[in-house]
């Protein structure tokens, strides 16, 4: 059985948690809150040198990290990943997108209004440049959905779960999304495939951050 | 034949030369200089609305962007990646480290030091940080090569040539890579690969930058 070490209220997890409960596969989950040092400690460190979740560990001790290389992995061979080259390169395209230019800003500035005390110096020394770069993001987003109703071919896949998990709590960061229909409708589609399950919310110490 | 638009003196756009190169395909290459807007003309907009290089384009018209992921295209059924599930996974998870852990911090150093002005605020601001977290990517590589010749498996590969990429032009940005032995040794390695070629020399007004 996989195992999967994650934070459930980080994204990056909650990818994998999305795609395990749509393929039906059975999995357990050790909760690491990196919020906290759990994925800087000697034991951890030693399954992910870089010290990030998530990572997932198989039964015979083998570890496998970055969330959207477990995504291609799990996915592999199912209607979740295109079996042609292109399409899948298309796939890994977008999911590279959002490691480089979404996923700094968008999860980032939720990160740091909900996971950084009220008067960290991040809030105004990082924020609007994370606003304003994860608007870039999402107006990249905004125009391919314009025309197509997935991030890959004609069919619901990991470029969408990658895409979708921290753009369904952009709010969290201070995004208004209310000049991206297209993103919203395909935010409402994806959480209307079937097996489709939300992150949970967080804890009450960062929602009262968040509410601020 | 495929079409690269690249700026050659970028690490990103290097690989996709390197790998070319060593898997002898023919390919033409559109130079974009992306430190004087040319990635953001109408023009390559329309190629691709997120404004970077590089991107490759057939000649049918169709565009993959995202360095990491035209590797993949590029060396799917070659030698340069490998064919079982599992070491591809690896491969995918490395080229991920490279572009969340590494290349925002190793390869945005470079471009502070050699692309933006002497007496930019972004030398104070954002090198140390680069510096710092650099050196964590750089210590998480170390420990791997420690014990293993290749990123991937017993074979050179797509995931070697994403990291040596900015890796070998890493003293650009200030790093020094003494207390790196493993490492070393790799870059060496990777230079005596078949077919490889080096990423051509910065302008004369960026080595001056970098010499300051």
Aim: net charge negative.
């Amino acid at each position: 059985m996989i195992t999967v070490y994650g934070y459930s209220v980080s994204g990056n997890c909650h990818k994998l948690r999305l795609l395990l409960e749509q393929l039906g596969r059975e999995y357990r989950w050790v909760e690491i809150d990196s919020s906290k040092g759990e994925s800087r400690t000697p034991q951890y460190l030693a399954k992910n040198a870089n010290g990030r979740v998530p990572i997932i560990e198989l039964d015979d001790g083998r570890v496998l990290a970055e969330s959207n290389a477990i995504l291609c992995w799990l996915a592999d061979g199912t209607a979740c990943l295109p079996s042609d080259g292109w399409q899948k390169a298309q796939a890994l395209s977008w999911m590279f997108f959002e490691q480089y230019s979404h996923e700094p800003y968008v999860a980032v500035a939720r990160f740091i209004r909900g996971w950084t005390p009220a008067d960290s110096p991040r809030r105004t020394a990082e924020l609007p440049r994370c606003l304003e770069r994860g608007h870039q993001a999402l107006a990249v987003m905004e125009k391919h959905l314009a025309g197509n109703a997935w991030f890959t071919g004609p069919d619901y896949g990991i470029a969408d779960i990658a895409l979708f998990a921290y753009t369904d709590v952009a709010h969290h960061g201070g995004f208004d999304l209310a000049s991206y229909p297209a993103l919203r409708d395909w935010l409402e589609r994806v959480r209307a495939t079937p097996g489709f399950v939300a992150m949970p919310d967080p804890a009450p110490e960062n929602a009262a951050l968040l509410a601020i």
